[in-house]
Every structure is written in C-alpha cells, then in structure tokens.
C-alpha cells in the first residue's frame, strides 16, 4: 500500500489539464519509477497523485510530414528503443534509453518522466540535450514549446505551468539528417545503476569526411542539470577529422563541465570521465559516419 | 479517507474484477485478494525483480505498478504457467535440472522474464540473454544456472 493522500486519474491531455487546475498541489505520476520510488521511501508520501499513465494517446512515436520525429511522452524506454523510426533515424536515442535501469523499468519508465523529473543523470536527457531536442507542453490554451536546454530550470525543477502536461518531445530534421551519433554511459555496474557520467555526441561530417562541420556535445552529471560543452562545440566546428583536434576537443570540454564531489564519484574522477568519454564518443560517431582517423 | 475503484482484467487468462483501494500496488492485489504467492514482496523500488510479472506480454515490477493501472490488461505470473493437473513447464522443469533454484525467492521473477524471451520466438546470444535477464537479483548462488536453465529452454524451443 502507497501513502498516497489521493488518486486523480486522467484518460485524456484535458482530463489532465482539468486535474491540474483542480489540484494545484498534485504530483504528476508517469511511469511511476521515480516518483512511487521516492512516496516509498517517504520524501514524496502523504500526496496526491495525478496519474496520467492510462492516456494511450501520449504513447508511440510518428515521423511527421515536415520530418520532425514526434515522441509522445509516455512511450516507454523500451518502445522507444525497439521503434523502427527511432532506429533509423536517430539510434542514438535508443541506445541511450536501453541502458536505463533494467529490462523491467525500461517497461515502465517513460521518456516524458525522464525528462520532468529534472535529474542530471537522466538517461534520455544528455541525447536530447546533444540534439537539440524540444519539449512539448500542453495547457489550457493549447500547446508551447520550449527547447530542453530551456525546460530544465535548476536540478529537480522543470519549465511547467501549473495548468500543463509534458505531452511530446520532438526532434526537428535538420538537427538529426546527416548526424550520427553515440552515447557513453558510465556507471559501477552494467544494469540498476544511475550514471555516474554519461556523454552524448552528434557529428555531422563534411561530404568528403574529412572535417567537423557541426558537433553538439552534451553531458548528463557534470552539473546540476543537463548540459551542452560549448567551449568544445565552437572549438571543433570546421576542424579537420583528426587525432590531434578530437584530442584537443576532448581537453576544452572542462572549461564548460562543472561536475561535483558526491558520494557516487568525487569531481576528479567525473572530470576525467568528461574528457575522456568525449574523446571516445567522439571517435565513435566519427566511425559511425564513415570517417577516418 | 479510503478510495477505492473496479478494476477489471484478465488474470492468467480468466477475466476478473476486484475493488481495490486505488493506494495498492499491483503486488499486494495479486497476493491478498487473488492469493498469487507467487508474485514476492522483496525491495518493493522496482530493483531485485521479485514481483516481476507479465502485463500484455511485457515484464514489469507489479511492485512499482499501481493496482488500478492492470484495468483492462492481461496479467499473467507464475501460477499461469502450470498445466491442468499441476504439471510444471518446461522453463520451470530447466530451472528444477540446471539446479537454478536455490532459497527459490527469486525464481518466479526469473522465469517470468524467461516467458517473454521465449515467447518472442527469436534467439539471442548469450550477452543478450544476460542483459534481458539483468532485472534480477539472486542472493544464493548467482547467475550461471539461471543463464543455463534458459538457453537450454531457448535452445530446445528453437529445435536446435
């Protein structure tokens, strides 16, 4: 039995606005793994719940007609991963979400969660953050939306009104067509465990593959929130594809990480993953694009 | 005050319906008003596996599952898999050979996990079957029968 203060259940987006406004003190419950976690061990407990996990309309992901890719924010770590959309245009997503927890939480766990929970370690986050994704919120007079980088306000705390719900995150075409990217997650073990440091990379490469003509490069537990190394960014954009740049590219991500001693790992340690996962990532989608080092 | 809601869905294939106080876990319907021992009570976040169970043919931990969510689902956990008589399946009957069960609070969890692979029909290598089987913590003796027991059902499922 959960110490829940009370259960609002929402079938439809205005079911879930109306409950919103109605109880303005109300959780938001997804998936469930994290905020029934937290009510279980007592920081959440005694609240009410507004549970939006039996709206099917927010599940599944769809290529739009402008070419956007469109995830409903309920659709599972697991959906997500096996979804052919999802596998040929943007893996990297997939790949990422697949090391969440276990199989059993990838079942449970939704991208929407993920992401309005507002933890640095999130799994989905840092690849969202390294391509550009944006955030659909709906409300009462209809949708916004936001670019992640702008949804997370400060750890814990996310851009949503009152009268909203997370509905979708959408990643635009040009932000996906012709990148390739991959994620590192580094952790004490390979299954249940929350990133010590996780890094995302996007390459988009020259036709000839021999120069970076964009890299966006995001990181999950180098600092409170999510974040881009833009310092690495400007420095590698129009370099050629070589050791020596991704080397340095690798060094230039400390100016912008700002990682912290906890009792996970100590900031040593989460720096030197910071360079050296960018440097590995690097490499990776490099590969992945069919260029050489 | 207490809340409570009818929840309708398909228990190892029968169709029931309970009132359930909307504050249960998946976990505690299934033990308390359907008697599925079966489906254990370990850490209760959704991390050792123990309550693990089939919804609509995917795993979850029924721990971390509210009750009122299996409306209109089909749920299945271990007691489903028994035949007419109490004859065990060939996932239960590897488990009992390979000597995959030691204290035996874990294995219901196991092989429900085990169903859903089977059941996809594909094969997979035995890095893929760890990952798949990752959800589970065994405190007796670890993983290697766990491992065995279901390739070995894999296999033989297959024809290889």
């Known amino acids: 039995m959960y110490d829940i203060k009370a259960l609002y259940e929402a079938h439809s987006v205005d079911e879930a606005i109306k409950l919103r406004l109605e109880h303005p003190d109300a959780q938001i419950l997804a998936g469930g793994s994290d905020v029934l976690v937290q009510i279980r061990e007592g920081k959440r407990a005694g609240k009410e719940l507004i549970s939006i996990y039996m709206i099917d309309d927010m599940r599944g992901v769809t290529l739009c007609d402008n070419g956007d890719i469109r995830i409903g924010s309920l659709t599972s770590f697991s959906h997500i991963t096996k979804n052919e959309i999802i596998q040929k245009y943007i893996n990297v997503l997939g790949e990422a979400v697949d090391m969440v927890g276990s199989p059993q939480i990838r079942n449970i766990g939704t991208i929407g969660g993920n992401t309005c929970n507002g933890v640095t370690s999130a799994d989905s986050a840092s690849t969202l953050f390294a391509l550009d994704a944006l955030v659909e919120l709906t409300g009462e007079n209809g949708k916004r939306v936001v670019p992640i980088a702008d949804f997370y306000i400060k750890a814990g705390v996310v851009d949503i009104k009152p009268d909203e719900i997370q509905t979708a995150i959408i990643i635009p075409k040009e932000k996906y067509t012709d990148y390739y990217g991959h994620y590192i997650k580094y952790a004490m073990r390979n299954a249940l465990d929350i990133t010590t440091t996780g890094c995302s990379v996007n390459v988009k490469l020259s036709e000839d593959k021999k120069t970076f003509l964009d890299v966006r490069i995001a990181y999950g537990v180098a600092g409170p929130v999510p974040m881009r190394a833009k310092s690495a960014e400007t420095y590698i954009k129009g370099k050629s594809v070589s050791e020596e740049n991704i080397k340095e590219f690798s060094n230039a991500v400390l100016e912008d990480v700002n990682p912290r001693d906890s009792w996970r790992a100590s900031k040593a340690l989460r720096q030197h993953l910071c360079v050296e996962l960018a440097y590995r990532a690097i490499k990776e989608c490099v590969s992945l694009a069919g260029g050489e080092l | ?160």
């Open chain 2, 1 to 160: 005050m207490a809340q409570y809601k009818l929840v309708k869905f398909t228990l190892n294939g029968k169709k029931v319906e309970q009132m359930v106080d909307v504050r249960a876990s998946l976990t505690d319907m299934l033990r308390n008003d359907y008697r599925m021992t079966s489906v254990k009570k370990g850490c209760e976040v959704g991390e050792c596996g123990a309550c693990n169970v089939l919804i609509n043919g995917e795993c979850f931990n029924s721990c971390i599952y509210l009750a009122v969510w299996a409306d209109g689902k089909e749920v299945r956990t271990l007691e489903g898999l028994l035949g007419e008589n109490g004859e065990l399946s060939d996932i239960q009957q590897a488990f009992i050979d390979e000597a995959a069960v030691q204290c035996g609070f874990c294995t219901p969890g196991v092989i429900m996990s085990a169903v859903e692979i089977l059941e996809s029909g594909r094969d997979y290598t035995d890095d893929e079957l760890r990952k798949l089987l990752s959800g589970h913590l065994c405190r007796c003796t670890g993983y290697e029968n766990i491992l065995r027991a279901v390739r070995k059902t894999l296999d033989k499922r297959l024809g290889k």
